[in-house]
T-cell receptor, first 115, second 116 residues
């Protein structure tokens, strides 16, 4: 079972709503990630945090706002989303120390539907 | 930039038969290659990785993968498939992200169907 916990599992929101996705890991990892996955497609990287600092933003629209309050938590704040933003949002974490050798571990994901 | 390719959208195999899911890679420098599995409505689960050393890597659930440098391949294998192996499989490679860190790049995925 994954040690990366994501809540909520399912979220339905209107285009004017503000909501947040939450992610927590207790593996002592210092890198955390948000990925977006459409059905039957590979995950697409959105954001990377390393030592609680944003290190990568893959040109994600500003209606998605990440936050890393501490080394165990990662949030994704959602505002004014579009129906095409409906997808599975995956959180992941990894060590930083071994660079390219590090394995990233995923949570079960949050299914987001924008209506 | 590093990349991986999964040439098959779908693989069909009968239960009890050996299975192979193909992956080829293109990297500069040493390859760091991974396999993940995604069951329906679930997140991705790590199966195994190749870093260095033995070309045959053993992983979870009886899976193994063979690293072949001359053919730039990293195929996933299992000697005897189970119906419960039916899932979506992703090959992945770690690449530099341009900021001093690294990111994971995924192949397009291969859907495995195991028929009873």
């Amino acid at each position: 079972d994954t040690e990366v916990t994501q809540t909520p599992k399912h979220l339905v929101m209107g285009m004017t709503n503000k909501k947040s996705l939450k992610c927590e890991q207790h593996m002592g990892h210092r890198a955390m990630y948000w990925y977006k996955q459409k059905a039957k497609k590979p995950p697409e990287l959105m954001f990377v945090y390393s030592y609680e600092k944003l290190s990568i933003n893959e040109s994600v629209p500003s209606r998605f706002s990440p936050e890393c309050p501490n080394s165990s938590l990662l949030n994704l704040h959602l505002h004014a989303l579009q129906p095409e933003d409906s997808a599975l949002y995956l959180c992941a974490s990894s060590q930083v120390s071994e660079g390219q050798r590090n394995t990233i571990y995923f949570g079960e994901g949050s299914w987001l539907t924008v209506v | 930039a590093q990349s991986v390719a999964q040439p098959e959208d779908q693989v069909n195999v009968a239960e009890g038969n050996p299975l192979t899911v193909k992956c080829t890679y293109s990297v500069s420098g040493n390859p760091y290659l991974f396999w993940y599995v995604q069951y329906p409505n679930r997140g991705l689960q790590f199966l195994l990785k190749y870093i260095t050393g033995d070309n045959l890597v053993k992983g979870s659930y009886g899976f193994e993968a063979e690293f072949n440098k001359s053919q730039t391949s990293f195929h996933l294998k299992k000697p005897s498939a189970l119906v419960s192996d039916s899932a979506l499989y992703f090959c992945a490679v770690r690449d530099k992200d341009g900021t001093g860190g690294f990111k994971t790049i995924f192949g397009a995925g291969t859907r495995l169907f195991v028929k009873a």
